[in-house]
Structures are given as C-alpha cells and as structure tokens.
C-alpha cells in the first residue's frame, strides 16, 4: 500500500476553513485516497474518499491533485467539535480492506 | 440508528483469565474487524471477517481468536489474557465491494490486564 506523510499538528480559527494536507507521492492507479477523523479515544469516523476527482460531502471536500500525489481535506467551517486526528488513508481496491493508520494529524479548533 | 456496538466499554481483568469483548452491528453489513489501538503504534488490525464463517488473520493475531457465526456479530476472544494486550479495541464493519473501506467504527472497549 501506498505511504502517505501529513503534518503531526496544525491549529484552525473557528468558523475558518481548515486545509489539511497529504502527501501520497507512490500512490498506484487503482488505490483511493480515504479520510478519517477519531476524536479523542472514540472510534474513527469516515469523512471521505475519492480516486481522481474532487469530491464534496456534507462534512468535508477532497481535492486531489492531477498527479494523485497529494491531496487536501478541507472542512469549510471549522468548529470546537472538529478537534481531532484525521487520518490519510491510500487504500487499493483488494480483498481485505484493511485500513492502515499512520500518525495523522491533530487538528485543533480554537474559539 | 446505523450503528456498531461494543461491550463490554471497559474491562479491567486479571491474567489468563478468559474474556470476550462483543461486538454487533445492525446495518447488514459482510465485513467486520477488530482493531487495537496503542500510544505511539497507532491503530493495528486484529483480526477481519469477509462474512459468516469466513475469518482471517489481520497484522497483530497472536493471543487473540474470533468467530463469526452470524453476520451482526463478531466476538473477540482472548482465551489467557496478558498485560501486553492492554489496550483500547475497536470493532468495525463495512460492506462488501466498492464501499467496502467506509468503515463504521464501534465506540471502544478499554482493557486493562493486570
């Protein structure tokens, strides 16, 4: 599976967007870029994934660079509740969808 | 409500001592796993179930068992419990096929082994 590098930490004003970047430079042509928050201790919530387009949900957009080497995770308006780490996942399409964590990054949300 | 339950949330037990951490969901779902999670390892695959009776080994297996009988739910089993297994455990579940990595995570269940 493809490795991905995000930053460890970063800080968003409320109500501000909040840009989080991924770097997946090896990623192959048939693995999806998934994204995943865990507030503190609770279990990972599912936010988004996408292969080369952009996609937008209700809770975030993913932009995914014409490469596929990077994208970005963008929550349009930040607020308290979306503290949390938020995991870049590459996953291919394959038998044991097994979700492979890293570190991710903490995103902290201040007032 | 879609959802994924665990129990019990917290467990504090001796060790050797037999336990089994359950683990239900209620969205139909084929693929079901369990995860650890540990300061500084992150989370790790236990075990995963591609659908009733159908089992396999994820990356972290040693000292753990699981069995699935029926498709909601996915028991977690450690038969002689040790300290090093120690942790906060999460169970998940998907669907089979395109959507399979939008995974729905249960609440945890920390264990203490003493």
């Known amino acids: 599976d493809a490795k991905t590098t995000q930053p460890p930490s970063m800080d968003c004003a409320e109500g501000r967007a909040a840009n989080l970047p991924c770097n997946h430079s090896?990623?192959?042509?048939?693995?999806?870029v998934y994204w995943y928050r865990q507030i503190h201790s609770q279990g990972p919530q599912y936010i988004i994934h996408?292969?080369?387009n952009n996609e937008t949900n209700e809770m975030a957009s993913l932009i995914i660079t014409e490469d596929r080497k990077s994208s970005t995770l963008i929550l349009p308006h930040a607020t308290l509740r979306d503290t949390a780490v938020y995991y870049c996942i590459v996953a291919p399409v394959s038998n044991d969808y097994k979700l492979s964590f890293g570190a991710g990054t903490t995103v902290t949300v201040r007032a | 409500e879609a959802q994924v339950t665990q129990n019990p949330r917290y467990l504090i037990t001796v060790t050797g001592k037999k336990l089994t951490v359950t683990c239900s969901q209620n969205m139909n779902h084929e693929y079901m796993s369990w995860y650890r999670q540990d300061p500084g390892l992150g989370l790790r695959q236990i075990y995963y179930s591609m659908n009733v009776e159908v089992t396999d080994k994820g990356d972290v297996p040693e000292g753990y068992k699981v069995s699935r009988k029926e498709k909601r739910n996915f028991p977690l089993i450690l038969e002689s419990p040790s300290p090093n297994q120690t942790s906060l455990y999460f169970c998940?579940?998907?669907?089979?096929?395109?959507?399979?990595?939008?995974?729905?995570f249960g609440p945890g269940t920390r264990l203490t082994v003493t």
């Open positions: 090896t990623i192959s042509g048939n693995e999806y």
């Open positions: 996408g292969l080369k």
């Open positions: 998940a579940s998907s669907s089979a096929g395109y959507r399979s990595y939008e995974q729905y």
